[in-house]
């Protein structure tokens, strides 16, 4: 089954775990459950008439992966003592980490959001109940495999903090960035894709030692393809392992890097791997 916008929304898959649901109850300020629920479920219908993923049909639009990282607590630290520090949610969605991030200290005028379509930061104020001047970050727009938008090759830098209001492209904040999460975005690609984003990514990053990016998403025991069953579609998924995960960075740039395999319970009951890493920027060594 391929899911279209004419696909049937499942309410019973709703999930909120108890973290979840304080998170939306204070930035909606809808705390009665029911009721949480029914915004939640209206907003999911308008999302899938215009984007039938996966993600959006099995409530994942909803999950916070940034506060159960292991280095989000640092990364917190580094907004409250990084002057002109800039966060950047890659694949953001509709914007929940890195609304959990203002939420939790990082300045709301220091953090850039991006995914590939406008209407998903669109429909995230209609489902946090706010608008652009009430949660005032910043959203760009694009492909992130796109070099228009957002390519290894640094072009003109400048020690000057950017103008977010002015952005057009990720490729403006080469070298800028303090923070970069990045959840359930790699799988999506191809092996060279993935290889290809990592250089991409690690670019953006400023060279300050402590600089970091990090995440979440399938990973194998041993790299390589699976196939994987979601509610009935048959998806390709190119997978590394925690080693050849953190090689690509190291490749890339002086980072420290961390990556370790969890078990999880797949949508369809059986046992697969989620993979946590980070990439921080280490001293870079001279001879």
Known sequence: MAFTSNTPLDPSLYRLDPAALEFFQQQTGITEEGDLKHHILAVQAKAFAVAPYPCIYNFGFISLRISGHPKYQSVLQLGRDCRNSLFLDLGCCFGNDARKAVADGWPITQVIATDLRQEFWDLGHVLFRSTPTSFPSQFIAG?????????????????????????????????????????????????????????AVAALLSPVPGSIVFGSHVGLPKQGTIQEEIFGMTVDMYCYDPESWNKLWEDAGPFKTEAVLKEVITPNGEIGWRMVWSATMSTKLTV
């Open 143 to 199: 492909d992130c495999l796109d070099p228009a938008f957002l390519s290894f090759e640094s072009g003109h830098t400048s020690q000057s903090p950017p103008d977010l209001s002015s952005l057009v492209s990720l490729n403006d904040l080469h070298g800028k960035l303090t923070a970069i999460h990045a959840s359930s975005v790699f799988h999506l690609f191809s092996a060279e894709q993935q290889a290809s984003l990592v250089r």
